[in-house]
């Protein structure tokens, strides 16, 4: 009954971590509690052009994955409950939109959607233009402020640069009342613009960054660490606090954050990692553990050549540790013939059962071609025959080890080889 108990609250405990990383909006809260963020300037910035009746534009620059969205989707969430009747929302996207007439129709289209009014799929795109034009007035003289958030912004800085000519240009008039956001992934979007739009824009701009490995530790910590109201047993949670707060501490711990953000440090790959660490969660102590997070990063680390290298046969095996001691003796060059003398000099000095025909270790050297394991130096010497174009390893030392290790049916010997042990 005690293990059905623990299990239960494991489960519980289980779904309440998963309800918080699924959640945009708990990931991101940490964002509302200092004034120093760009998600704090940001809200600033078009809140008091809202509550201001005045016209802004402002950029998003930083690598993709950074929280540029995050920040405008928050910023959004809070201003549509301020002001629930003063916004309107018109999202664009650089990747979709970036011809004039396409994104003068939408914007079109959106405007017409969001003040229920019946839009025109013939319309031209000076009517377009010219309806927006109006819109904004209209909009303007209702104190309602439209806000365009505008996407992959350096591929609307491509071409005549119409669209955002026209809408700086009518953000001028004082009936108008809009917010222009950029977001972009390059930092010199503001240079791409053209005189004439650069001189109507405010050239304000906010710079995201990735996250430090201390900013993804206080992530994780928010994310993981659990609240006394999540409705779970006061016990549960001193223990299980208490335990993630010795495993946080833990140098290995720090170690796995850095291999994982070395390979990705967005937001995004961070939650994905969380997850799985907590589906895999000791369902018996009901307490997650450092195995939880070692078994994350491994399942997070993309491995296909691991795949390929599982489960070939011991002379494929053999055929690479010939070829790397080949490489290790930095032999330059070399060939199937090459690899047999190695292949036959070993046979030789260790007199083992694991002895080829040629026409045999030729079909598996072809098999490892074909995986890819392997492949040809040059693409000189195609009219050669097989056995006399040099090749060359396609894995590393390290990989080549693991797979040694991992294959059941490796002889020891292989493994000595590997070693570079000396043979008699």
Do not use: W
């Amino acid at each position: 009954m005690a293990a059905a108990a623990a299990a239960s609250v494991a489960s519980q405990a289980q779904a309440v971590l998963r309800a918080r990383l699924c959640d945009p909006g708990f990931v991101h809260s940490g964002l509302r509690s200092s004034p120093d963020t760009n998600y704090s300037k940001l809200k600033y910035l078009v809140a008091s052009s809202v509550s201001e009746a005045c016209n802004n534009s402002v950029l998003l620059l930083g690598p993709r994955g950074c929280g540029k969205a995050a920040a405008v989707d928050m910023v959004l969430e809070d201003l549509k409950k301020e002001h629930p009747d003063a916004i309107s929302v018109i999202r664009l996207n650089g990747m979709l939109h970036s011809d004039d007439n396409c994104a003068t129709k939408e914007i079109a289209r959106q405007l017409c959607l969001e003040h229920q009014l019946s839009f025109s799929k013939m319309a031209s795109s000076d009517d377009n233009t010219e309806f927006i034009i109006d819109m904004l007035r209209e909009c303007g003289l209702a104190h309602k402020t439209v806000l365009f958030i505008l996407e992959e912004f350096d591929l609307f800085a491509q071409g005549k640069q119409r669209l955002l000519y026209s809408l700086l240009d009518a953000m001028q008039t004082l009936t108008s009342q809009a917010v222009v956001i950029g977001v972009s992934c390059r930092l010199d979007a503001d240079q791409l613009l053209e005189k004439r739009v650069r001189s109507r824009f405010s050239h304000r701009k906010l710079l995201f960054v990735p996250s430090s490995l201390e900013d993804t530790e206080r992530l994780v910590e928010h994310l993981l660490i659990l609240a006394k109201d999540s409705g779970l047993p006061a016990k549960y949670i001193t223990d299980y606090n208490s335990r993630l707060t010795t495993i946080f501490s833990d140098k290995k711990f720090k170690g796995i954050l850095n291999t994982l953000m070395d390979a990705d440090a967005t937001t995004s790959n961070i939650l994905r990692f969380l997850f799985r660490a907590v589906s895999y969660m000791d369902m018996e102590s009901g307490f997650l553990s450092m195995e939880s997070f070692l078994k994350a990063l491994s399942s997070m680390q993309r491995q296909p050549k691991m795949d390929s290298l599982q489960d070939l046969s011991i002379l494929e095996l053999y055929i690479l540790v010939c070829m790397h001691r080949l490489e290790d003796k930095e032999q330059s060059s070399y060939n199937f013939t090459s690899i047999m003398k190695e292949y036959r000099s070993i046979q030789d000095a260790y007199k083992t059962s694991d002895k080829y025909a040629t026409n045999v270790c030729f079909r598996a050297f072809e098999h490892l071609l074909d995986r890819e394991l392997i492949s040809f130096g040059d693409n000189r010497g195609r009219n050669q025959a097989l056995e006399y174009r040099p090749v060359k390893l396609l894995i590393s030392s390290r990989e080549l080890a693991q797979s040694l290790k991992l294959n059941t049916t490796c002889p020891a010997v292989l493994q000595k080889l590997f070693d570079r042990e000396r043979y008699m």
